[in-house]
């Protein structure tokens, strides 16, 4: 079952230095966070740095026909995103619909996001085109 709310992420613009998305989050529980004309206006401006690479784990295994393959896992790594964030290297506007906000200040929703965003660049190795967090 649903606790109806989330947000969502489209990468907007990217370089050698930085990172940009642009998000909407939707809260169906309140009507007046429900952002039913699904409004992308917060932004996440992430700087390259942050992307850390995963750790590779490599080993020979031994197949049943006794045949001998490399297998190679990877290895997702903790992002510390809160302490980017207050380093500035992660800046974040936050959406019209933000219903929820840290001590700090910042959308809840966009935790959320970061946090699926580092773990899904580790796994496919490259920039995700789109993020979703449902709940």
Same mark, same amino acid.
């Not at 996440?44 to 297998?71: D, N, Q, V, W, Y």
């Given at each position: 079952?649903?606790?109806?709310?989330? @947000?969502? @992420?489209?990468?907007? @613009?990217?370089?050698?230095?930085?990172?940009?998305?642009?998000? %909407?989050?939707?809260?169906?529980?309140? !009507?007046?966070? +429900?952002?039913?004309?699904?409004?992308?206006?917060?932004?996440?401006? =992430? #700087?390259? #740095?942050?992307? @850390?690479?995963?750790? =590779?784990?490599?080993? &020979?295994? /031994?197949?049943? *026909? %006794? +045949?001998?393959?490399?297998?190679?896992? +990877?290895? !997702?790594? /903790?992002?510390?995103?809160?302490?980017?964030? *207050?380093? %500035? +290297? =992660?800046? =974040?506007?936050?959406?019209?619909?933000?219903?929820? /906000?840290?001590?700090?200040?910042?959308?809840?929703?966009?935790?959320?996001?970061?946090?699926?965003?580092? &773990?899904?660049?580790?796994?496919?190795?490259?920039?995700?085109?789109?993020? *979703?967090?449902?709940?």
């Amino acid at each position: 079952m649903s606790r109806g709310f989330g @947000a969502h @992420a489209d990468l907007v @613009a990217q370089d050698n230095e930085t990172v940009i998305y642009q998000y %909407g989050g939707y809260n169906l529980n309140e !009507p007046e966070f +429900r952002n039913e004309k699904h409004l992308y206006d917060g932004l996440i401006t =992430i #700087s390259r #740095s942050c992307f @850390a690479e995963p750790e =590779i784990h490599e080993k &020979l295994k /031994r197949m049943p *026909s %006794g +045949r001998k393959k490399l297998i190679t896992k +990877r290895i !997702p790594v /903790r992002v510390d995103y809160p302490q980017m964030i *207050s380093d %500035g +290297r =992660i800046i =974040i506007e936050n959406c019209s619909n933000c219903w929820h /906000r840290t001590h700090d200040g910042i959308d809840v929703m966009v935790c959320h996001i970061l946090f699926h965003l580092f &773990l899904q660049y580790q796994e496919d190795g490259k920039m995700p085109d789109y993020i *979703s967090y449902n709940v």
